[in-house]
């Protein structure tokens, strides 16, 4: 297939906001994999900060970041990704230039636990008043599973209606495949 999938289109779109020596954020850690393709694209000068509520995230992410040794490019927060605003340093907020949310359940662990409407609608709104202008966020949205239908509706809801002046936003999607496979709402701070 030619086409992008739809994990591959992310990175690829992480890529073309994200450079050497910016700041990037991994709202949902899991088992850390978007961590550390972030950690790889701000390089040594950059900085890359990571939320979960999971503690088993925090331990998974960290294994990882210590095999690739990159531990020092990176901040992990064991909370919400609602608290975003307030738990980056001010003087790395208008430096972000891309962050990644894969909504749903941790791989593998609770599945019980998963991203929801509000905490994550409220962190992309306080990313878009953080973000650098042309900062990209990138949401992979998992809707096979109730909840994750649930927040796929308001979540579309929700983007459908910010201001094109204030933001550019973008659906990718593979709209013949079976079982609910997942797609993209990319938002490009204008
Ligand atoms: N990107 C991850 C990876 O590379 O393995 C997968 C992330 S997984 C699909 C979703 C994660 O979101 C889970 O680890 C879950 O604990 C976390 N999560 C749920 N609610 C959250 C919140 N409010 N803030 C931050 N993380 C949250």
Redesign the pocket.
Known sequence: MKLDGVLPFARLLLEKAVDQGDIAV?????????TVFLAKLVGESGRVFG????EE?IVNTKKRMAEQQISDRVTLFHK???YISASIPVECQGKIKGAIF??????G?DKS????PN?TISAIEQLLEIMAPEGIIVLVV?HGHDEGALERDALLQYVKQLDQKIAHVLQYQFINQKNNPPFIVAIEKR
């Open positions: 991994d709202a949902t850690l899991g088992n850390g994999h978007d939320f979960d509520i999971q995230a919400g990704h609602e894969n909504l749903g359940y941790l791989p662990g636990i998963v991203t929801v905490t998992y």
